[in-house]
């Protein structure tokens, strides 16, 4: 059975962490569904959110894989029930003037922002977790998306008593 897993790394700041990260999964044939990177609030680490699925037995190599890297100073699993991981995608529809109220009106349902209006588009943002994007896009559709950009899952462990420092 395959699962999905989120893995939070702490990072070194440095150039060519992030390939070495990614060079890592291709040459050991791994694909990576989503990965995101940025700085901390302490300017030495980056986090880096890596998602990855497949059967146990490879997502648990693929952690000591990680570990394993000098440049890789903490690494965790984020389980759902103990994390909160979150996605950003803006959306760019075709939306007739007469059309903008329902493309309103879908972003309201989901807390959207409208963050750009066109003569015959609309760019629509939102933020939450993948399903909630999912259901959005899906509820979009009926218009024709012109664009869409997804920012891949970041997440860090609930509480302090999990915290990667």
């Known amino acids: 059975m395959s699962n999905k897993v989120v893995f939070s790394l702490l990072v070194d700041n440095e150039a060519g962490v992030l390939s ?3 060079g890592l999964f291709s040459r ?5 569904d989503s990965l995101t990177v940025g700085e901390t609030q302490d300017k030495r680490h980056s986090r880096m959110t890596v998602v990855a699925e497949g059967e146990p037995e490879v997502l648990e190599q693929i952690e000591k894989q990680l570990a394993k890297l000098v440049d890789v100073s903490k690494i965790q699993m984020l389980p759902a029930d103990a994390s909160v991981c979150r996605e950003l ?3 760019k529809v075709a939306a007739k003037p007469e059309e903008r109220a329902q493309v309103i009106a879908i972003a309201d349902i989901f807390r959207a922002k ?3 209006v066109g003569e015959e588009s609309m760019m629509v943002e939102l933020t939450g977790n993948e399903s909630k994007l999912d259901a959005c896009t899906k509820l979009l559709e009926k218009f024709t998306i ?3 950009a ?3 899952i970041t997440g860090l462990s609930r509480g302090s008593e999990n915290s990667l420092f």
């Open 20 to 22: 070495r990260v990614a």
């Open 28 to 32: 050991r044939g791994y694909n990576i």
């Open 89 to 91: 995608i803006l959306i």
């Open 114 to 116: 409208i963050v750009d």
């Open 146 to 148: 012109l664009e869409l």
């Open 150 to 152: 997804r920012t891949g």
